[in-house]
């Protein structure tokens, strides 16, 4: 392979950190943390999701939050006459996906379910072609991976038309469709019917399922077409901001940090005096 002695680790006996999640305890309760409770927002729970979506946005944050409100979100879609279809990104769902069963019920109840499945997803390629089959036999229409691109964004587009008139509501997420790692893993999600959010949106879709390349994305970064330009430009101000004397600051969460351009980026906006803080949970170059 090429590989050189510092390009080595020694590893362990035991490589299937996943079963971590569910470590069995050894007989002393005293080990344990105290179990975190859900928190409930009231205004999801008065009425319909879709009514409340209507009023105002909404964000969750997991594990704080329950994760039940995206699972009714997709049921009150697959049981509202008025929704016609629903789109969605599956990337890693849960051993027993709710969320997969709610998509079967929209089909069954006559809903148009589009599902795009990114089957390059490391260690859950098996689970993620048997939630794909369950799908397409039920009648939804699935779509796979695209050769040279990974779809690790989590999106949920749901079409609804009453007295003739289409309005679309939107669910963005940086957690996956799972509800067991919702309760682990710190994530959030929004509900919104903007329709800034959900023009763009539809036109995610429109690629994934059609290739129809977009022309431009006014308000969501889509990489790998206007992402990187964006986040470059948002830094660049924050330095011009630095340089005035104004406040200046940056806040980044994300799974993995080992793009070299956008790490000279925040290195310059440090030294520029970009107050700049990183939440990494994974690879941090």
């Known amino acids: 392979l090429g590989l050189y002695p510092e390009s080595l680790i020694a590893g362990s006996r035991y490589h299937n950190f996943s079963d971590f999640f569910g470590f069995a305890n050894p007989g002393k309760r005293e080990l344990e943390y105290e179990p975190l409770?859900?928190?409930?927002?009231?205004?999801?729970?008065?009425?319909?999701?879709?009514?409340?979506?209507?009023?105002?946005?909404?964000?969750?944050?997991?594990?704080?939050?329950?994760?039940?409100?995206?699972?009714?979100?997709?049921?009150?879609?697959?049981?509202?006459?008025?929704?016609?279809?629903?789109?969605?990104?599956?990337?890693?769902?849960?051993?027993?996906?709710?969320?997969?069963?709610?998509?079967?019920?929209?089909?069954?109840?006559?809903?148009?379910?589009?599902?795009?499945?990114?089957?390059?997803?490391?260690?859950?390629?098996?689970?993620?072609?048997?939630?794909?089959?369950?799908?397409?036999?039920?009648?939804?229409?699935?779509?796979?991976?695209?050769?040279?691109?990974?779809?690790?964004?989590?999106?949920?587009l749901v079409t609804r038309v009453t007295a003739g008139r289409e309005r679309l509501y939107a669910y963005l997420g940086s957690g996956n469709f799972n509800e067991v790692t919702a309760g682990i893993y710190t994530d959030h999600g929004l509900f919104t019917a903007d329709r800034r959010i959900t023009r763009d949106l539809r036109k995610v879709f429109d690629y994934l399922l059609d290739e129809r390349h977009p022309r431009r994305f006014d308000h969501l970064l889509v990489a790998p077409f206007n992402m990187r330009p964006r986040l470059t430009a948002m830094l660049d101000a924050e330095i011009q901001n630095a340089r005035a004397g104004m406040r200046a600051s940056v806040i980044l969460k994300l799974n993995n940090l080992e793009d070299p351009p956008m790490i000279q980026k925040l290195r310059q906006a440090v030294e520029a005096g970009v107050e700049v803080k990183l939440i990494v949970r994974s690879i941090c170059c």
């Open 37 to 156: 409770i859900s928190l409930r927002r009231a205004e999801l729970d008065a009425s319909s999701l879709f009514y409340s979506i209507d009023v105002q946005d909404r964000i969750l944050h997991y594990p704080y939050h329950s994760y039940d409100y995206v699972i009714r979100f997709l049921t009150e879609a697959a049981q509202d006459p008025t929704v016609t279809a629903i789109h969605i990104t599956l990337y890693r769902v849960a051993p027993h996906s709710r969320t997969v069963r709610a998509l079967v019920g929209a089909v069954r109840n006559g809903k148009n379910v589009t599902a795009f499945v990114e089957l390059k997803a490391r260690f859950n390629e098996e689970a993620n072609t048997l939630w794909a089959d369950e799908l397409r036999n039920a009648g939804a229409n699935v779509v796979y991976s695209l050769p040279g691109l990974k779809v690790h964004c989590k999106m949920c």
